[in-house]
């Protein structure tokens, strides 16, 4: 399987732990110069679908590539990043030791890994803590440190699984602005975070995942989401309830209150314009777009939270 168009393109990729399947026919394409999303509840097989797309496990079937080169190519390796949700670094080292470590392990040459340290140190707010034992660091901190670690070689691919864990509102900004940065500069990112806020505002395009199974693939750049409308009117909502299908779905009536979905904001004025004809009050009417919690928990069938 080979496919240059892509960061990332999988079919059928599965991997089975002691007769337990962890991931089920995985199947995705990720567009290079992409952010993409990746969602799901706590074991839904997200970070093990990392780790077959990273070849540190290998999978009991399927097939998939990387940078366009099947999975675990040894030179592809060096163009891709990394941020696990756990890690650990020697501890009696440094920020500026670590990363100038994780240089050599590169390849990187002497001068260019300098600069490149002190810029990526400067980058994550951490010039003032860079000589500083990693033991006397917060858990912000570290994750800072790993954070620059992940993009120390200018990769062209970069997984980060949970970037925000431990991170003050401040460090969430700044987490933001590298992934930003990253895209820009042509990079293709692979996010895996429970804070969909977060998701919503980096990602183009998302994946839910359950129980090891991908069930919705979003564009969120381009999908119009459903309109979800409330209105107050002057009588039992019941009483029109049915003649309101015309103009969307999903209807619930509780008093003189009546929820419903529409797809477009022009339904909107048609539907002003349809209640007073019938001499129907409006006494208000509330609309918001469908956020990507809504979308999560219905994908996820309501039943599972964010993970």
Not at 110 to 134: F, G, K, M, S, Y
Not at 145 to 158: F, I, S
Not at 215 to 239: G, M, N, S
Request: with cysteine; hydrophobic share 40%; charged share 25%.
């Amino acid at each position: 399987m080979s496919d240059t168009g892509h960061a990332i393109a999988t079919h059928a990729l599965s991997k089975v732990y002691d007769d337990v399947p962890a991931v089920v026919d995985l199947t995705l394409t990720v567009a290079r110069g992409e952010v993409f999303g990746f969602l799901g509840p706590n074991g839904a097989g997200k970070t093990t679908s990392m780790h077959l797309l990273l070849a540190l496990a290998r999978p009991t079937s399927g097939t998939g590539t990387v940078l366009g080169k099947p999975l675990g190519d040894r030179e592809v390796r060096e163009r891709i990043g990394f941020l696990p949700e756990h890690f650990s670094f020697h501890e009696h080292l440094s920020a500026r030791e670590i990363l100038h470590f994780h240089g050599r392990l590169y390849g990187m040459k002497r001068d260019a890994l300098r600069r490149r340290v002190d810029d990526l140190l400067a980058r994550v707010n951490l010039i003032e803590a860079a000589d500083r034992p990693l033991r006397h660091y917060s858990k912000g901190m570290m994750q800072r440190v790993g954070l620059a670690q992940a993009v120390l070689n200018r990769p062209d691919l970069v997984f980060l699984d949970e970037p925000t864990s431990g991170l003050d509102p401040i460090g969430r900004l700044m987490v933001r602005d590298v992934i930003a940065e990253l895209r820009a500069d042509g990079a293709t990112v692979f996010l895996n975070s429970h804070l969909l806020g977060e998701v919503e505002a980096t990602c183009s395009s998302v994946a839910f995942i359950r129980r090891g199974q991908i069930v919705q693939e979003v564009a969120l750049a381009t999908t119009e989401r459903i309109l979800e409308v409330e209105l107050r009117i002057d009588r039992d909502a019941a009483l029109v309830a049915e003649e309101l299908r015309q103009f969307g779905r999903d209807i619930a009536c509780c008093g003189c209150v009546v929820s419903m979905s529409v797809e477009a904001e022009s339904v909107l004025p048609e539907l002003a314009k349809w209640l007073t004809s019938r001499g129907i009050g409006l006494y208000s009417m509330q609309s918001r777009r469908q956020s990507l919690e809504d979308l999560f928990v219905s994908a996820m069938g309501g039943q599972e939270g964010p993970g």
